[in-house]
T-cell receptor, first 113, second 116 residues
């Protein structure tokens, strides 16, 4: 079955240290992959997306993600965390052949001063 | 360009009443998606609509829930005879509609439904 797994429900890092949010998906031909962020009491905002162009995708607010087909992963990273990064992050996989949109369960990112 | 608009932002209903949630897509967008976020859970896809058509409703509960996106006006998610388990945040998203499900979706702020 097609699926997406966010391996950590909660990640806590200190301000100024790197961020890694993990996402794995079930293998399929040419998935499209997205990361969205949701701040408290707000709607979702697109951070970045991969749609079969460059495997390293740069997004807003200093985030980037690398598509690794061999590992079926699309992990989200940021070199230096900022307090304003505290939010919920969702990895989303779209299987165009089946028009299926699947959200991960989310990772809550906390930033320690 | 105004973003996706949802109203009301907060809705309180008693068990057995009807809930109507509205979504106005971004200007020029012809595709609308509805998602539900239960407390402490991630987003769950419910339904994907084009103007006057339901493209994919595989995430919609079989009973009490319906959605429409008429030629004119907003998309409506309707929940009849609400129960406490329907309490959740309901998010709407829209996309330009190139015909591909991989279009970037732009999300509204959500409607928080509380069933007493």
């Amino acid at each position: 079955a097609q699926s997406v797994t966010q391996l950590d429900s909660h990640v806590s890092v200190s301000e100024g240290t790197p961020v890694l949010l993990r996402c794995n998906y079930s293998s399929s031909y040419s998935p499209s992959l997205f990361w969205y962020v949701q701040h408290p009491n707000k709607g979702l905002q697109l951070l970045l997306k991969y749609t079969s162009a460059a495997t390293l995708v740069k997004g807003i607010n200093g985030f980037e993600a690398e598509f690794k087909k061999s590992e079926t992963s699309f992990h989200l990273t940021k070199p230096s965390a900022h307090m304003s990064d505290a939010a919920e992050y969702f990895c989303v996989v779209v299987y165009s052949s089946a028009s299926k949109i699947i959200f991960g369960s989310g990772t809550r990112l906390s930033i320690r001063p | 360009n105004a973003g996706v608009m949802q109203n009301p932002r907060h809705l309180v209903r008693r068990r057995g009443q009807e809930a109507r949630l509205r979504c106005s897509p971004m200007k020029g967008h012809s595709h609308v998606y509805w998602y539900r976020q239960l407390p402490e859970e991630g987003l769950k896809f419910m339904v994907y609509l084009q103007k006057e058509n339901i493209i994919d409703e595989s995430g919609m509960p079989k009973e009490r829930f319906s959605a429409e996106f008429p030629k004119e006006g907003p998309s409506i998610l309707r929940i009849q005879q609400v129960v406490r388990g329907d309490s959740a945040a309901y998010f709407c998203a829209s996309s330009p509609g190139s015909g591909r499900a991989a279009d970037t979706q732009y999300f509204g702020p959500g409607t928080r439904l509380t069933v007493l």
